[in-house]
């Protein structure tokens, strides 16, 4: 018999359970370890992890003897570890191998190395997995052959990983036929899948920790466990495991002799290795295609059993270690860049490779382009910064004194003035470095931008030594400016330094170039040196324009205002922010004060150069204008405020000529003249002089109104102090206002209106006071004002006593007022609305009058209209054009209001506008014009707004509008010519404009047809012929039954049922009148669909009283009469085509139908017959045939 060549194995296995073969990866399979449990390593005989080991050390017993749980790997990386697996394997020997060597020839000889009943035993359980099924044969086996069970699972356990290894070790894990070959031996060792799979996930955790030992990574170990996976034929999972699984016994070995102090260096070797272990497990997971939730699964397994890292930090160690191999790319890209060997693309599988994440990458890119910049340069690519190193020196050094520091600062700026600048002309980019760059950065993906800053961080500091030895050689003359800016240029050419950025590279230089002088003055004038502070002032002068002179042959039109560009004292980095406010203005004093010269005469004076030289000055120092002025008034104001003093008195003397202002004037111009005096600071002294003056005059004069002498005297004042007549009307205004008021209040008289003939003198009297217009306007408002609010009062106060009553009156006022109070002596009446007991239209009118005659209302213009005028023919027999013009549109306005003055609250005034159209409206008198012409005046008297008088006629107009047409309408259905010519003119009368009478007309008819609405319905009283009398009445007016009389839905389909219920009846209303209805429906506002119901539903219900008098009728035998009915029936079933929804016995039907069609026909068309026949079965249900 042939036995299976698995079976010897499958017996080794019968009693192992579905986890059997579970052991820990990276050590030797015991018995009892799970496939998925931890790995153990034992523990190295050396503290250093990491080093290289000439042995193998394996933990063992007293003995020595190598232990079968665990192994410890060698340093050089996974062959290594994979051949000192094989052989910690083959030095652990079970019972069953010390009888039999090879598994394989148990598996093959079967009989030959076992005894008989062995082999019987297992040939009667022929099952591959031979596990709980093949007790029998076990059991046989075990106690014929004398070898145990557990044995010979140990052996298989021992044998296949090692054979595992062993293949992976000889063929290597890029050998194109090594996942066969290793996925036979599964079927040589008779291990079932899952098993199979453990150990495979095994060795490939003993590959992994061997290449982790060693701390040196290679990009090739990358590669190398993706080979190691693919000969595995491992899925993620399983990858996944052996990771954590390696990690979890590498951790554990390190920490056996490295403390975890240590492990925080990140330079220590296991620190190292631990980090490697992290990359290499990184990209694993990466380049596995793991989803991010799988991923960060995984590696958060292994980042916990590296001491309980979190994703985020062991991340960040992986990319570490992925890193120095980028780095290295970018090197070799740099060195082979001009042959053509390297790309773009190369970089970026690079990148994916290595899980180089972009943001990365550009840092990295940037510090490339930046080292191959100072290659380029012939400068070290690393460039150490020396202020740091000394720094560093010195940091711990302290001085003890205010003293010492002084003097170290003393120091430091003694030697920073002698310090040379550089020479650093020589550096410069090699040829073709331009061309090199400019590779570089298309492979590295550079932006312009970047590349430029990279560029000029590089190179500036060599620009600027050149620029600024440049600048202070054109300064000491040594170079024109011309040349000077020729240097930099071609400096700036020499170092690829874009034009873009030179403009603001300048501006630092020419600032830096002009502070130094300026600071070196600023020492001189903190110590008042003020020959030398001057001197300086003048140097740094010379050293701006020097400066602004090398600017423009760059030809930039943004230094154009030098000044402003370089001189900014709230920017620290200007030419002058570092001086201090205090020292800027004590450098300009002093300037100005060795500027002021004494001539032979003791005059001071300024020359006009040293006028600009400080005005230049103003410029350097940040100091304004005002500022500049106020120095200058400061110096010389007391001299001018001599010379206008004396002036001004000896004016004011009186007797004054021309000869005098002439000789007085040349005095003032002279100081102003020598000065260099501005007119302002003339206007600020020669004010307050000429407003002295004029309240002098005022003080003194009789009434407050100056003579004639007086008035020129203060016209010559004014010609002296250059001051014009529209400047001193405020003075004059102040001084002289009370007296000009006065003049008003008597030019009114007792009249209260000032007559023609005052009104010229008030006018020389206000020029005689010299007010301007305006200013004499208001004070004539005021007077005014002041004379109407007593009127007012007086109307306001009659109005509340006539409406009020006494009540009513003490409430308001707060006062108790008796009956005597009113002038009657009756009692108030307490009524609102169209009529009072009382008149004040007189006062009223006095208010108006008053108003008018004294000229306050004024014609503003609002717009304008076209016109068309007729123009006649020029001559005989010509003709008449027509043209078109525009006139201006005028609208009054009213500068002084009762409400305005707070004399009436808004209330008691539209109380008054109302009482005064009101009786306007119904005065008999030969007055009534008169008060009609004046409502529009007498509104805008009270303050009120043209809408709110128009509100007001409107209300009343709607009370006149309303009783009118009620008694108009109540004798007749509408409104004839003669009641709208009544109502126009009250419209008129009213000032309501003709929209607005038209919509009163309207509200008012629809008013009266909604109470003739309730009337007629809700009493009770329709009948169909109201209802069609009402519904006439309303369409001839124009008004929609719904929207305009109220009417509800409901009410309007009830009026519709009502009427058209007799005609359908009597059958006035039939389907060849069918336009009757849609008329009726129509005109009440009933859609089509809601006509048709109300037929339908009415038909219906008099369709079933109709069927119930037929039946009736039959059972008495009155047959005629059941035939009339069946006629009234066909009548409405016209209407909906025979369908009234009748249920109808068939008895009845058939009797019924034969009745009617018995009838007497004579006469009748006999279409209309068929047709009459037709109606009446489709109404009983009758069938058509």
């Given amino acids: 018999m042939r036995f299976h060549s698995a079976a010897c194995a499958a017996v080794l296995s019968a009693a192992a359970s579905a986890s059997a073969f579970s052991f820990s990866p990276l050590a030797v399979p015991s018995t009892t370890a799970r496939n998925n449990g931890p790995v153990s390593f034992a523990a190295p005989s050396r503290p250093a992890f990491g080093l290289p080991s000439n042995t193998l050390t394996i933990s063992s017993t007293s003995h020595a003897q190598p232990s079968s749980t665990s192994l410890n790997l060698a340093a050089?990386?996974?062959?290594?570890?994979?051949?000192?697996?094989?052989?910690?394997?083959?030095?652990?020997?079970?019972?069953?191998?010390?009888?039999?060597?090879?598994?394989?020839?148990?598996?093959?000889a079967g009989a030959a190395a076992l005894p008989l009943s062995y082999v019987v035993g297992a040939a009667m359980t022929p099952s591959r997995r031979l596990a709980a099924r093949a007790v029998g044969g076990v059991i046989t086996a075990v106690t014929a052959g004398g070898v145990g069970k557990s044995f010979v699972e140990e052996d298989v356990r021992r044998s296949c990983p090692a054979a595992i290894a062993k293949r992976l070790f000889e063929l290597g894990v890029d050998d194109a036929n090594i996942s066969d070959g290793i996925a036979r031996l599964q079927e040589d060792y008779g291990v079932d899948d899952e098993d199979f799979l453990g150990m495979c996930t095994e060795v490939y955790a003993v590959y992994l920790a061997g290449m982790a030992k060693n701390p040196l990574a290679k990009t090739a170990e990358l590669k190398e466990l993706a080979s190691l996976k693919a000969a595995l034929n491992l899925d993620n999972q399983q990858t996944g495991q052996a990771h954590a699984d390696a990690a979890a016994a590498f951790y554990r070995d390190v920490t056996r002799f490295t403390s975890i102090d240590e492990l925080d260096d990140e330079d220590h070797p296991d620190r190292?290795?631990?980090?490697?272990?992290?990359?290499?497990?990184?990209?694993?997971?990466?380049?596995?295609?793991?989803?991010?939730?799988?991923?960060?699964?995984?590696?958060?397994?292994v980042a916990k059993a590296l001491g309980g890292l979190s994703v985020i930090e062991a991340l960040e160690r992986a990319k570490d270690v992925a890193k120095p191999f980028y780095e290295r790319a970018l090197a070799s890209t740099r060195a082979k860049l001009n042959s053509g060997a390297v790309s773009a693309d190369m970089l970026s599988r690079a990148r994916g490779t290595l899980g180089i994440e972009d943001v990365e990458a550009k840092d990295m890119h940037i510090e490339a382009f930046s080292r191959e910049v100072r290659s380029q340069l012939g400068l070290p690519e690393d460039d150490d910064d020396d202020d740091m190193d000394d720094y560093n020196e010195f940091q711990d050094k302290r001085v003890e004194t205010v003293a010492e520091v002084k003097k170290k600062l003393e120091a430091m700026k003694a030697e920073e003035e002698t310090k040379e600048i550089e020479d650093t002309s020589d550096i410069k980019f090699a040829s073709g470095a331009f061309d090199t760059l400019t590779k570089l950065q298309d492979v590295l993906g550079l932006s312009d931008e970047d590349a430029d800053y990279e560029i000029s961080a590089a190179t500036v500091d060599y620009w600027r030594n050149t620029a600024l030895s440049a600048i202070e050689d054109a300064i000491a003359k040594t170079k024109t400016p011309a040349k000077a800016w020729e240097v930099i240029q071609s400096r700036q050419k020499e170092l690829y330094l874009k034009d873009s950025s030179m403009k603001e590279m300048m501006t630092s230089m020419v600032m830096q170039a002009l502070g130094r002088p300026l600071e070196k003055v600023n020492g001189f004038a903190r110590v008042n040196n003020a020959a030398a502070t001057y001197d300086g002032l003048i140097d740094a002068i010379a050293a701006k324009e020097t400066c602004k002179d090398v600017l423009k042959e760059a030809g930039w039109s943004e230094f154009e205002d030098f000044?402003?560009?370089?001189?900014?004292?709230?920017?620290?980095?200007?030419?002058?922010?570092?001086?201090?406010?205090?020292?800027?203005?004590?450098m300009y004093q002093i300037f100005f004060v060795r500027s002021v010269k004494t001539d032979e005469d003791g005059t001071k004076t300024i020359s006009e150069e040293s006028y600009g030289l400080m005005k230049e000055l103003r410029g350097m120092l940040g100091v304004s204008e005002e500022e500049g002025v106020g120095q200058i008034r400061n110096f010389f104001g007391p001299e001018l405020q001599i010379v206008l003093t004396d002036a001004t008195e000896e004016i004011l003397r009186g007797n004054t000529t021309d000869a005098l202002l002439t000789n007085l004037k040349e005095n003032v111009d002279k100081v102003i003249n020598d000065y260099k005096l501005d007119e302002e600071m003339v206007r600020s002294y020669a004010g307050p002089l000429y407003n002295r003056a004029v309240e002098e005059i005022g003080s003194s004069t009789p009434g407050g109104i100056?003579?004639?002498?007086?008035?020129?005297?203060?016209?010559?004042?004014?010609?002296?102090?250059?001051?014009?007549?529209?400047?001193?009307?405020?003075?004059?205004?102040?001084?002289?206002?009370?007296?000009?008021?006065?003049?008003?209040k008597e030019a009114l008289g007792t009249t209260g209106v000032i007559r023609e003939e005052y009104r010229e003198p008030l006018d020389d009297l206000r020029a005689r006071l010299g007010m301007s217009d305006e200013a004499a306007k208001e004070i004539y408002m005021e007077a005014i004002g002041e004379r109407m609010k007593p009127m007012v009062e007086f109307i306001s106060n009659e109005m509340e006593r006539l409406v009020l009553t006494k009540d009513q009156l003490a409430q308001k006022r707060g006062t108790d007022f008796g009956e005597d109070y009113f002038k009657d002596g009756s009692k108030a009446s307490g009524k609102l609305g169209l009529g009072t007991d009382g008149n004040i239209m007189s006062d009223i009118m006095n208010l108006i009058d008053f108003y008018v005659e004294n000229g306050i209302v004024q014609k503003e213009v609002v717009g304008t209209k076209k016109i068309e005028k007729k123009i006649p023919a020029d001559e005989e027999g010509g003709e008449e054009k027509t043209i078109t013009e525009e006139e201006?549109?005028?609208?009054?306005?009213?500068?002084?209001?009762?409400t305005g003055m707070g004399c009436i609250d808004t209330p008691v005034a539209e109380l008054c506008y109302r009482q005064f159209v009101v009786s306007s409206f119904t005065d008999q008198s030969p007055n009534a014009a008169r008060y009609e012409a004046s409502k529009a005046t007498f509104g805008g008297i009270l303050g009120l707004t043209a809408e709110k008088m128009e509100e007001i006629g409107s209300n009343i107009g709607g009370m006149v509008y309303d009783n009118y047409i009620t008694q108009a309408m109540s004798t007749k259905s509408a409104l004839d010519q003669q009641d709208m010519m009544f109502l126009a003119n009250m419209q008129g009368k009213l000032g309501i404009s003709a929209e607005k009478g038209e919509e009163m007309l309207l509200d008012t008819q629809k008013k009266i047809i909604s109470e003739e609405a309730s009337a007629l319905f809700d009493s009770g009283a329709a009948t169909p012929e109201k209802v069609k009398e009402f519904r006439e009445k309303c369409n001839s007016m124009g008004m929609d039954l719904e929207t305009d009389v109220g009417l509800t839905k409901s009410r309007l389909v009830n009026m519709f049922s009502m009427e058209i219920t007799p005609g359908i009846d009597s059958g006035e209303i039939t389907m060849d009148s069918a336009d009757i209805l849609a008329e009726i429906q129509e005109s009440l506002g009933l859609t089509e669909e809601e006509g048709e119901e109300v037929v339908a539903g009415l038909i219906t219900e008099r369709a079933n009283g109709i069927l119930a008098d037929i039946v009736g009728c039959m059972l008495r035998g009155m047959d005629a009469v059941a035939v009339e009915s069946m006629e009234k029936l066909v009548q409405y079933a016209a209407f909906v085509d025979g369908d009234l929804g009748l249920t109808v016995e068939e008895s009845n039907a058939n009797k019924a139908f034969n009745l009617f069609e018995s009838k007497d026909w004579t006469g009748v068309d006999t279409e209309v017959v068929e047709k009459q026949k037709s109606l009446l079965k489709t109404a009983f249900g009758m069938s058509a045939k």
């Fill in 706 to 744: 100056p003579s004639k002498e007086e008035v020129e005297t203060l016209s010559f004042l004014r010609t002296l102090l250059n001051i014009s007549e529209e400047e001193t009307y405020d003075v004059h205004l102040t001084t002289f206002g009370t007296a000009y008021k006065k003049a008003i």
């Fill in 76 to 108: 050089g990386g996974g062959p290594e570890a994979l051949e000192d697996y094989i052989a910690t394997l083959s030095n652990s020997e079970s019972k069953l191998t010390s009888k039999i060597q090879n598994p394989k020839l148990v598996k093959l």
């Fill in 272 to 301: 190292v290795s631990l980090d490697k272990l992290l990359f290499l497990s990184e990209r694993a997971f990466r380049q596995g295609g793991e989803t991010d939730e799988a991923f960060t699964f995984e590696f958060s397994r």
């Fill in 563 to 586: 000044e402003e560009a370089c001189f900014d004292p709230s920017d620290n980095a200007s030419a002058c922010g570092f001086l201090t406010n205090q020292d800027r203005h004590n």
């Fill in 888 to 898: 201006p549109i005028y609208e009054s306005t009213y500068p002084i209001t009762a």
